[in-house]
């Protein structure tokens, strides 16, 4: 099959930011007569935020869908045009990047780490393995949720850079979208930077936190 046309790659990118923009935390919540988690424990719409509002298995399932709608349009696109590898992260980050900034909650929305799991492995499963490790080991060695999560992040460019790219033929252009997504997951982690520098951030999954913008939010 040829290579995606511009209009198509386009339609791609726009079906794929629509579809992570999904807000399923929201919903999930509200659907089982929770309230609105935005106004309840850290205020994000996260898996980790809901599981403290709903309990452990919503915010699971929160999780799992999260990852699945970064999942469902990368590995759609790929199927069709597994030798467009560009398009394949484009669609990827357009994904998260609905997550992100989800037009049905005025551009705001979670961190995008679950969907970008989703999407990782979408393009290949065994894409999120050393970020997954780094987060693992983060873990492990400090509560940190959300540090394991900005290292799993950083890891996400090198990754690619080492492992996928040179199957592209060289191409480095197929690094910029996933260093892009790198970035805005460390961007959207800011605010938990400044806690672990200053020592007040929130110690694992689903721990309770003192003010809305406290926690980690997938």
Request: hydrophobic letters at 50%; glycine letters at 12%; aromatic letters at 10%.
């Amino acid at each position: 099959m040829p290579p995606p046309t511009s209009l198509q790659l386009a339609l791609w990118c726009l079906g794929a930011f629509l579809c992570g923009s999904i807000p399923f935390g929201l919903l999930v919540v509200k659907v089982l007569g929770k309230g609105d988690v935005r106004t309840q424990g850290s205020g994000n719409i996260g898996a980790t935020n809901v599981s403290r509002v709903a309990g452990k298995g919503v915010g699971m399932v929160v999780l799992l869908l999260d990852a699945a709608k970064g999942f469902a349009p990368t590995w759609c696109f790929s199927r069709i045009w597994p030798e467009s590898k560009v398009g394949i992260a484009l669609v990827a980050l357009a994904a998260v990047l609905g997550h992100m900034f989800s037009p049905w909650l005025k551009f705001r929305g979670g961190k995008g780490v679950a969907t970008a799991l989703g999407v990782c492995l979408a393009t290949a499963w065994w894409l999120p393995m050393p970020g997954f490790a780094l987060f693992l080991l983060a873990l492990g060695l400090t509560r940190y949720v959300s540090l394991g999560s900005v290292l799993a992040a950083l890891s996400l460019p090198f990754t690619t850079w080492w492992l996928v790219q040179p199957a592209t033929g060289g191409n480095h252009l197929y690094v910029l979208p996933w260093a892009l997504l790198a970035v805005l997951v460390i961007l959207k982690h800011r605010e938990n930077i400044g806690r672990l520098l200053r020592g007040t951030e929130a110690k694992l999954w689903g721990s309770k936190v003192s003010s809305p913008q406290d926690g980690f939010n997938a």
